[in-house]
């Protein structure tokens, strides 16, 4: 039955245990439908045997007769019309399943019989069928089911009005009132909004522009074929000619033209475009139409004899006009911003598709922070922008016909006003062009100022423990200086161009005017010339201005398209790299002669490799750190370019990285990775990955919800949920990139058993393990040992021992560390001794100035392994990119076991109207003097303007005497006067505000910064960094750039509507009267729209963070989200959130239009009214005052509906303020140095530690993690510190760095309380290795000493300690050489030897090793060890350890069991004890 309806047919959950029952549409489709078709089959050979009987003489054909037939034949036809869609489905390539063939088919024959049948009984005289009245019956009966599903389907999703809305309903946007009232109610929240239109969904949008663009691909690469192919050709002709000249045909080749993403671009948006610039068109041409009609009315006024009724209509047709222009406009703003924001939606989406398929070497280009940019920047700007792309045409369209008109009412004088407007273009476009390039300025600061709070944010524990704060908060405020300089430049840029952009208007009209006066006695300026052209120009301000706004737009989304485009053509990793379909049968995996590199164009990273792995056979691979492990891995999962050769993977991959990539997301998430769950394999996976244990400890059990880059888990428990992703995807082959480090020995020892070894959960399938742990090399089944990216030796374990090579040798060495099986061959001491001494005359040189005992058998090795452990020849070497992070205190938390205690509380929306206090906030920021002036300057700029308006209604009345008017000079000259002032006037004040604003911007985010260094790590613990730092690039951006120009614009439009109240009530003093119904009205429109377009825009910006956080995500983790082949299902789930957050941005859009609607429909009406009281009262008027109110009363629209707009505008991102304010005043940590209090200069000299009765816990409201811990440690002690995970190990270092502070007891130094000195007096005094090597992009000096207090001799020597200096050296830049982000172009093993050379400068009395061996080979892990026992000595060395045999020579070793201390002792005394540690002793194989 699944097959025959493509779905379920009966589902009890769905029907019988629900609240809301419904049936499958299998069962709808079938039972239902085929009820009356069965019945009336089965009924008709009896009743047509009855019929043929019946004889009774026909009926006439009646009018419901013929009603009934026509019935059946519609329902005949609607059954057709389902089965033709079902075809059609079928040539689209959807296979819709059989039953939508069979039951439209079924019911339509039916249906016909019925309707024969009607006419069959009408001849035979049968009045009223029972037969047919049952059939008609049952066939309502079966379908009130389908149809109640139906309407269930189609109002679950809160579909939006719109689509079922009417003509006017659509023209006024009538349909968003709704929703207005509600957000007025309360504010809106996400069930309130409706779903969006199929057209605007990711799905369709993206699908679109993906076709376009790939044809525009596609057919780039045909030209450039079939261009090539000329060329060779030609190249071939020219035998007999020289060289060179071939040479020159095959370079020309270069400039073939690349696919441009602009055309895919306007094929898949152009058509819709363009209906808004139809209506953009028809609104142009309307503009015209008021300045001719108010010419006439002033024309009326001025005609004492005019029937009244003349008056009435102009008055009417004015308003009809002024309507009309402004439900045309709005349409056409609805079609620009939609093709806006479906711009935005296809650009994200392709770029997200994208961004999972690029080449390694590609994402290298351009960091996480650079590709989320392109996503949110660059898609931005492709959105305004077609707000005004039309003025392209439109502006020079609208500039031609003011000037016709122009010409037509004051001739040729309208030149020297154009004239004046042509010099003021390049003087706009000059500034346009600088800002420009202010900006490209700025934001390469803002790039680099986002890019390095997320570094400092990713590695903050680490500035933490070594106190390196105060460096890095300089360098943040250093770029910050520059952001501001270049921020302060273009404001007086901008101030400019605000000037002209005032000036420009009265500039022409005064120049205009002038001439026109002088050149010839007998022009008169009357009021109809003066007001009409007056109008006219304010038309003209528009476009010129917009004009060289949008070429500079349109310069910036050049930029922005250049850099899209540039992303969208970077390299795809070629999935068929990696055959996957042919290889030699029992082979799972075959490389034959292949050769890799993480790039075209670097040197390749593996060398004929050459290895076939039969199915089901556990491999592993071994080597020095940077000899290209993992890189092997990554070249099968085909994340390497192959350079040569062929490799086939056969089946399907799961892959266990490095460092374990997990999701923000429940445990649970995790380990299912979109898989359906099966509770027993699911079980099983958690058990052999040794994680039941774990799910205890957490706090909602596998429904704890984890941090982003997993940080409420410690690094082993990441590692295993890793590991149980893997296990439970039940794939064919497990690529395990040393999964074994990251974990506490025993743990190792039981996942090795349950899980990869010969009996694990895996046997059978294909394993390949990158490990550096000998212990479980016997078990396996082939070794391939790595040397210097080439494959130096592989075979069996005995195999390769009999061959008495470096892995041989390699083993022996460490056969004494490790206890390996017993039966192992070991040598006799005296053969070691000789050994030691042929070494030592080859290699004293290496050795004299170190201790000649275990230390020259170290260095052996260290020649036998060609590349050291720096990884000496292979820098290039790269951890398959992904972020370290942090790990955050390694010990889970133990709250309340309740499983909707999330960790990472959701971002809270401020609801409601933003606080006065929030603008007070501001206002202190940029001083309220300054606030104060600006208001003052305001007022006297509008009086400037009032009173120029007034001169010239005054110089048009003034009398005609022999057709001249008088004193022209002294009129021009006033009106001269008074304009310049109002300029002046303007360009101070828009400068002062820029300087308040930038002043304020500086306060704010100095604040911030200096906050969040000061706030104690458990914040960071519960709050993810894109929130963090989304405060630091959106909020701080809004306050540099957004807030100031808002508030310019709208004090600017409220003086302007000010002034014109006052003008016209002046003049039309009866207009007071409809003033306050006109302001109910308007105050009304504007708190609905304002309560609900500000929640709208919160709403948006909330939906907005996950985008990219699901995106960061997504790069870092592409590979593992690759090998796992859900690809797919990632970018479903990006498309769902940026469906969700288009989804309060639509509603966002139309309230604007809803809006503009109402307020210039209230603009509309004071028009009306001042031309109707003009009329009214045209006895006591005279027309130059009718002439200055009317023409004011048109341009009042436009700042009417701007005012609204910008106290939404004002409101929705002073917001920011408020949210900079919020992380400004998070509560800090202790003060870093407490005057007096300050510890002396040597202090710790001894290095005694002491704990009396010390407790702890990670965060209010949780468990204790130490629970009265007293202990004391001399100096100069080495102190073991092991137990389980959870134990509190991690915490005791937290402890003693003051992350945490204590609940209560203390710990003491040296005899000083740590609890009474400054933070950075501790800090500084102690050295940590800690568990996750974290570097920062920047110089690998600054990276081992940000603050310059060492000379470059004390680095070298550190370096050299740390066994990094040969690799140093050997880099060109050498103490200069630039680390990437997070260390990336290091092996973790060299980032980790990095962080020993930062202990090693630091050597202060303590120092603490936090698991530091994680992801090292033993090898690496011995030049540790060693260099800590030589190097500190006389120090107090507290380490935390995994292995065992690292602390074994410990002085003391501290066992901790929950918190508490459940041994303390010599190793050897807690051995015999055979306690706790002496089972972990025997789990590892050391007891």
């Not at 303007?986 to 306060?1003: E, K, P, Y």
């Not at 005057?1235 to 040597?1242: A, F, V």
């Amino acid at each position: 039955m699944e097959a025959f309806c493509g779905s379920r047919f009966w589902d009890s959950n769905l029907t019988i245990h629900t609240d809301n029952p419904d049936l499958t549409p299998c069962f709808q489709n079938t039972i239902l439908a085929w009820i009356p078709s069965i019945y009336l089959w089965s009924a008709l050979p009896f009743y047509l045997l009855y019929l043929k009987r019946n004889k009774r003489g026909y009926i006439m054909l009646s009018v419901l007769s013929r009603f009934k037939t026509l019935f059946g034949v519609l329902l005949w036809c609607v059954s057709w019309a389902d089965l033709f869609y079902s075809f059609h489905e079928l040539l689209q390539n959807r296979t819709p399943p059989p039953v939508y063939f069979v039951t439209p088919l079924v019911v339509g024959i039916t249906v016909l019989l019925a309707t024969l049948l009607i006419q069959y009984e009408r001849l035979r005289g049968i009045q009223s069928s029972g037969v047919l009245i049952i059939f008609w019956f049952l066939s309502v009966l079966c379908a009130v089911g389908p149809f109640r599903s139906k309407i269930m389907t189609t109002t679950a999703q809160n579909s939006c009005p719109e689509l079922n809305s009417g003509f006017l309903s659509r023209l006024t946007f009538w349909w968003f009132t709704s929703m207005a009232i509600h957000g007025y109610k309360r504010p809106l929240e996400d069930k309130d909004l409706w779903s969006l239109n199929e057209d605007d969904t990711s799905k369709t949008i993206v699908q679109q522009l993906s076709k376009e663009w790939d044809r525009e691909k596609a057919e780039c690469k045909q030209k450039e074929d079939v261009s090539y192919m000329k060329k060779s050709n030609h190249v071939q002709n020219h035998v007999g000619s020289s060289p060179e000249e071939a040479e020159v045909l095959i370079r020309d080749k270069k400039h073939n033209r690349k696919p441009s993403f602009l055309k895919a671009l306007l094929r898949t948006f152009g058509p819709y475009f363009l209906i808004g610039s139809f209506f953009k068109l028809i609104q142009d041409l309307l503009s015209f139409v008021n300045p001719q009609l108010l010419s006439v009315l002033i024309g009326f006024i001025k005609n004492k004899d005019a029937p009244a009724w003349w008056g009435f209509l102009i008055a009417a047709l004015m308003f009809i006009c002024a309507v009309l222009q402004t439900l045309i406009l709005h349409q056409h703003f609805q079609y620009c911003f939609v093709t806006g924001m479906r711009l935005r939606t296809g650009i994200t989406g392709v770029i997200y598709r994208k961004s999972l398929a690029i080449t390694n070497s590609a994402k290298r280009s351009s960091t996480v922070g650079e590709i989320v940019n392109l996503m949110s920047v660059d898609a931005q700007r492709f959105m305004d922008l077609m707000t005004f792309l039309n003025m392209l045409w439109s502006a020079p369209l609208q500039i031609f016909l003011a000037l016709y008109f122009l010409w037509q009412t004051l001739g040729a004088s309208v030149l020297a006003g154009v004239a004046v407007m042509v010099l003021l273009i390049p003087f706009n476009s000059a500034i346009a062009i600088k800002t420009r390039a202010f900006q490209v300025e700025q934001m390469r600061y803002k790039d680099s100022r986002i890019k390095l709070m997320n570094e400092i944010l990713g590695g903050i524990k680490v500035l933490k423990l070594y106190a390196w704060e105060p460096s890095f908060s300089e360098k943040v405020l250093e770029i910050r200086k520059n952001e501001l300089r270049v921020l302060k430049n273009s404001a007086y840029l901008n101030s400019l161009s605000t000037f002209a952009w005032i000036s420009a208007p009265f500039l022409v009209a005064l120049t205009t005017f002038a001439v026109y006066v002088s050149v010839d006695e007998k022009n008169i300026l009357d009021a109809e010339k003066a007001f009409v052209s007056l109008s006219l120009f304010n038309i003209l301000k528009f476009p010129l201005n917009m004009l060289p706004q949008v070429i500079s737009n349109i310069a910036q989304t050049s930029v922005s398209l250049k850099r899209i485009q540039q992303f969208l053509s970077h390299d795809e990793l070629n999935p068929n790299c990696v055959e996957t379909k042919v290889i030699a049968p029992g082979n799972a995996i075959s490389v034959r002669n292949a050769t890799f590199s993480w790039g075209k164009e670097l040197k390749p990273t593996l060398k004929d490799i050459n290895m076939l792995i039969p199915s089901g056979s556990l491999v592993a691979i071994v080597g020095h750190v940077g000899c290209g492990k993992s890189s092997l891995v990554s070249a099968l999962l085909g994340e390497m370019e192959k350079l040569e050769g062929e490799v086939a993977v056969k089946g399907s991959v799961a892959y266990v990285p490095q460092q374990a990539w997990i999701q923000n997301a429940t445990l649970k998430d995790n380990i299912l990775f979109g898989q359906a769950p099966n509770e027993e394999k699911y079980q099983d996976a958690l058990e052999s990955c040794a994680l039941k244990t774990d799910l205890e400890v957490l706090p909602g059990g596998d429904q704890t919800e984890i941090g982003e880059k997993g940080i409420n888990l410690s690094g082993g428990q990441r590692q295993r949920v890793s590991l149980a992703r893997a296990v439970y995807s039940s794939s064919d082959i497990f690529l395990l990139d040393d999964p074994l480090s990251a974990v506490d020995s025993h743990v190792a020892k039981h996942i090795f058993d349950k899980v990869i070894g010969p009996d694990g959960v895996l046997k059978g399938k294909t394993r390949i393990l990158v490990t550096h742990g000998i212990s479980f090399l016997p078990q396996v089944d082939h070794i391939i040992v790595l040397e210097d990216g080439k494959i130096s030796e592989m075979g069996s374990y005995q195999e390769l021992l009999k061959q008495n090579k470096a892995f041989a040798e390699f083993l022996r060495n460490y056969a004494l560390d490790e206890d390996i099986e017993e039966d192992e061959p070991t040598m006799l001491e005296e053969e070691e001794v000789l050994l030691a001494e042929d070494t030592l005359s080859i290699h004293t040189d290496l050795a004299d100035n170190e201790p000649v005992t275990n230390e020259v058998r170290k260095q052996f090795l260290r020649q036998l392994s060609v590349v050291s452990s720096e990884g000496g020849e292979c820098p290039n070497k790269m951890s398959t990119k992904r972020r370290v992070c942090e790990k955050k205190p390694a010990e889970p938390p133990l709250p309340i076991k309740s499983a909707n205690e999330k960790l990472i509380q959701a971002e809270t929306t401020e609801t409601g109207t933003v606080k006065l206090t929030v603008f007070w906030q501001y206002m202190k920021a940029v001083s309220p003097v300054i606030s104060l002036v600006i208001c003052f300057l305001y007022c006297c700029q509008n009086a400037a303007a009032i009173g120029a308006n007034v001169w010239l209604s005054d110089w048009t009345n003034e009398p005609v005497v022999n057709g001249t008017q008088h004193n022209t000079a002294m009129r021009i000259g006033v009106y001269a006067a008074l304009g310049f002032l109002q300029g002046l006037i303007v360009l101070i004040c828009s400068f002062t505000l820029a300087m308040g604003g930038i002043n304020a911007a500086r306060t704010l985010h100095a604040a911030l910064l200096e906050n969040k260094f000061h706030t104690p790590q458990s914040f960071y613990d519960t709050t993810p960094t894109g929130r963090i730092i989304n405060r630091f690039s959106k909020d701080i951006y809004v306050i540099d750039e957004v807030i100031p120009p808002t508030i310019l614009m709208f004090l600017g439009t409220f003086f302007t509507s000010l002034s014109t109240m006052i003008v016209i009530i002046a003049s039309t003093p009866l207009f007071a009267v409809v003033i306050v119904p006109l302001a109910i009205l308007y105050f009304f429109v504007q708190r609905f729209y304002v309560a609900t377009s500000r929640q709208l825009k919160r709403l948006e910006s909330v939906s907005r963070s996950p985008i990219y956080s699901h995106f960061s995500e997504t790069v870092s983790g592409a590979s593992v989200i690759r090998a796992y082949r859900r690809v797919k299902a990632f970018v479903d789930i990006s498309d769902s959130k940026v469906d969700e957050n288009q989804k309060s941005y639509y509603p966002g859009i139309v309230s604007n239009r809803w809006l503009g609607i109402r307020v210039e429909f209230v603009g509309n009406c004071i028009v009306l009214f001042a031309a109707l009281f003009a009329v009214i009262g045209r006895n006591s008027l005279n027309a130059g005052l009718v002439g200055l109110s009317v023409s004011y009363a048109l341009q009042v629209t436009l700042s009417l509906n701007w005012m609204v707009r910008m106290t939404s505008e004002l409101e929705t991102n002073i917001v920011a303020v408020e949210r900079i304010k919020e992380y400004s005043e998070t509560e800090t940590e202790a003060p870093w140095i407490i005057e007096g209090k300050s510890p002396p200069e040597n202090w710790p000299s001894k290095g005694d530690l002491e704990f009396v009765n010390y407790s702890v816990r990670y965060r209010k409201g949780l468990d204790l993690v130490l629970k009265d811990l007293n202990l004391q440690v001399h100096g100069g002690e080495k102190i073991g510190i092991v137990g389980r995970t959870g134990a509190g190990k991690s915490s005791m270092t937290l402890c003693l760095f003051r992350i945490l502070e204590a609940v209560k007891g203390e710990i003491k130094i040296d005899g000083v309380k740590i609890s009474e000195i400054g933070l950075h007096d501790l800090r500084s005094r102690l050295t940590i290795i800690p568990q996750d090597p974290v570097l920062f992009s920047g110089t690998l000096r600054m990276n081992l000493d940000p603050f310059n207090k060492y000379s470059d001799e004390e680095i070298w020597k550190a370096l050299e300690l740390s066994h990094l200096k040969r690799f140093v050296s050997s880099q060109p830049s050498m103490l200069d050489y630039e680390c990437s982000e997070g260390g990336e172009n290091l092996s973790v093993g060299q980032r980790q030897l990095v962080c020993l050379a930062r202990a090693l400068l630091r050597k202060t009395r303590i120092l603490i090793l936090d698991e530091a061996t994680a992801a090292i080979d033993l090898e690496t892990d011995d030049l540790i060890q060693m260099t800590i026992r030589t190097q500190f000595v006389d120090c107090t060395v507290l380490t935390i350890a995994h292995r065992l045999n690292t602390i074994m020579d410990y002085t003391r070793v501290l066992v901790l069991d929950n918190g508490t201390i459940a041994e303390f002792d010599k190793p050897a005394n807690l051995i015999a004890a055979k306690g706790i540690f002496y089972s972990m002793a025997k789990d590892a194989g050391l007891a």
